[in-house]
C-alpha cells in the first residue's frame, strides 16, 4: 500500500486534461475507472471510453488490449492496497485488538489513496469470471478481519454484548461508507478521516 | 412506521409464488421492488416486470399505471416510514444525544423491515425528477440527524475531538450498510441489530 500511485490526492482534473491527446496505459486506466464508476462497468464499451478519453478505440487498443484487462488492472491496485496491509508485521504481531486497529486504520487510508479503484470494488455484482474472483479476495480480505474481531473477543478486547457478526459488519459497513463521501479535495483530510474511524469504531461517538 | 405493511418479515417466497396469477396492486409492488434492486429500475421494463410476475403487461396495468408510479410507491413507503420517526415525541423532546438515539435505533428498525423498500432507496441516482424529489426528501430526513450531532455535541454529549461532518457521515454509513447484508431470515433478530447499532454508534466496539 506504499508504493502504488496515489491517484486519490494527485491534481486529477489538470493531469488528465494535459494528457487528454496523449495517453499512457495508467492515463487511460484512471479515466476508465472513473468512466465504469459514474456509468457502471457493463454499460460503458469501448467506445464509450474513447469518447471520454478524446481518441480512437484504436489508440486506447494500442495501450490495453481489452476492457476487462482495464477492470483487472482497477481492481488489482484495490485489491493489493488492501492485502498489503495483512503483509505488514504490524498486522501480524501484538494483541489482536491493536492487530485490528492497525487494518482498520491503514484499510481507511487504502480507501481514501485509491479512492476510485475501491469504489470499483464495493461496488462489483460479480457478473463475470473475473468479478467473482475479485470478490473472492475481496471475501478473503474480509474474513482475516472478522477472526482478528473474533480473536480480540476472545481476549477481552472487543466487548461481548454485541453479536460479533454484526460488529464486523457494521465496522466494514463504517469503512466502505467512505467512498459515498470522502472526496480528496474535501474539508477534511485522509488522516483526519483515518483516526475517526478508528475513533468511533473502538470508542464511539459519546462523551465520557 | 408502525401501521405499515411489513413485508421484511413475511415469508416473500412462498406468498409470491401462491398469488403469482392472482395480484393486486400490493403484490405487484413487492415484486417490481424485488426486480428493480436485482436489475436496477432504468434496466426494468414493464415486459420484464410482467414476467417475474407471470402475467400480460396489461394485467400490470389494470392494478398500476406505471413503472414510475410503482417506484413512487416505493420511495413513499421508504420514506415515509424514516420521516414517521421524526413525528415520535421521543423525537422532539428531551436532551439531544437521547432524540439521537432513539432516531438511530427507529431507522434502523425502518431499515429491517422495510429492507426492499429503503434498499431500493438508498442505490437511487436521481436520473428522474421523481428520483431527485425523493433524495431531496431523504437529504432533509439526514439533515436532522445531522442537527441533532451538533446539538448534542454543543450539549458535551457527543465527543468533540471527531469532526462532526465525519461523525454524521460515519453513523449514516455504519446504518445504511445493513442493507447489504440483513436477512429477515437470519440468525440475528432486527432488534438485536438496532440494539447493536446504537451499542456501536454510542460506545465503540472496545470492552471497557
Do not use: C
Given at each position: 500500500m506504499t508504493d502504488t500511485t496515489v491517484t486519490g490526492t494527485a491534481p486529477k482534473g489538470t493531469a488528465l486534461k494535459a494528457t487528454r491527446h496523449n495517453h499512457d496505459q495508467e492515463s487511460i486506466l484512471l479515466v476508465a475507472v472513473d468512466v465504469f464508476n459514474r456509468h457502471g462497468y457493463d454499460a460503458t464499451s469501448m467506445g464509450v471510453l474513447a469518447e471520454n478519453l478524446g481518441i480512437t478505440k484504436s489508440a486506447i487498443y494500442h495501450h490495453v488490449p481489452s476492457k476487462e484487462y482495464l477492470l483487472q488492472l482497477a481492481l488489482d491496485r484495490a485489491l493489493g492496497g488492501l492485502e498489503a496491509i495483512l503483509d505488514d508485521p504490524l498486522a501480524e504481531t501484538g494483541p489482536a485488538v491493536d492487530r485490528l486497529m492497525f487494518v482498520l486504520r491503514s484499510a481507511t487510508g487504502v480507501l481514501t489513496d485509491q479512492l476510485p479503484f475501491v469504489t470499483l470494488l464495493l461496488r462489483l455484482?460479480?457478473?463475470?469470471e473475473l468479478e467473482r474472483a475479485a470478490l473472492e479476495r475481496r471475501r478473503a480480505f474480509n474474513k482475516v478481519i472478522a477472526e482478528l474481531v473474533d480473536e480480540a473477543r476472545a481476549d477481552g478486547?472487543?466487548?461481548?454484548?454485541?453479536d460479533p457478526r454484526t460488529t464486523t459488519r457494521l465496522l466494514f459497513g463504517m469503512i466502505g461508507s467512505i467512498v459515498d463521501w470522502y472526496r480528496p479535495?474535501?474539508?477534511?483530510?485522509a488522516n483526519a478521516v483515518a483516526d475517526d474511524v478508528v475513533a468511533v469504531a473502538f470508542g464511539g461517538v459519546r462523551a465520557r
Amino acid at each position: 500500500m506504499t508504493d502504488t500511485t496515489v491517484t486519490g490526492t494527485a491534481p486529477k482534473g489538470t493531469a488528465l486534461k494535459a494528457t487528454r491527446h496523449n495517453h499512457d496505459q495508467e492515463s487511460i486506466l484512471l479515466v476508465a475507472v472513473d468512466v465504469f464508476n459514474r456509468h457502471g462497468y457493463d454499460a460503458t464499451s469501448m467506445g464509450v471510453l474513447a469518447e471520454n478519453l478524446g481518441i480512437t478505440k484504436s489508440a486506447i487498443y494500442h495501450h490495453v488490449p481489452s476492457k476487462e484487462y482495464l477492470l483487472q488492472l482497477a481492481l488489482d491496485r484495490a485489491l493489493g492496497g488492501l492485502e498489503a496491509i495483512l503483509d505488514d508485521p504490524l498486522a501480524e504481531t501484538g494483541p489482536a485488538v491493536d492487530r485490528l486497529m492497525f487494518v482498520l486504520r491503514s484499510a481507511t487510508g487504502v480507501l481514501t489513496d485509491q479512492l476510485p479503484f475501491v469504489t470499483l470494488l464495493l461496488r462489483l455484482r460479480g457478473n463475470t469470471e473475473l468479478e467473482r474472483a475479485a470478490l473472492e479476495r475481496r471475501r478473503a480480505f474480509n474474513k482475516v478481519i472478522a477472526e482478528l474481531v473474533d480473536e480480540a473477543r476472545a481476549d477481552g478486547a472487543i466487548r461481548s454484548d454485541i453479536d460479533p457478526r454484526t460488529t464486523t459488519r457494521l465496522l466494514f459497513g463504517m469503512i466502505g461508507s467512505i467512498v459515498d463521501w470522502y472526496r480528496p479535495d474535501g474539508p477534511v483530510s485522509a488522516n483526519a478521516v483515518a483516526d475517526d474511524v478508528v475513533a468511533v469504531a473502538f470508542g464511539g461517538v459519546r462523551a465520557r
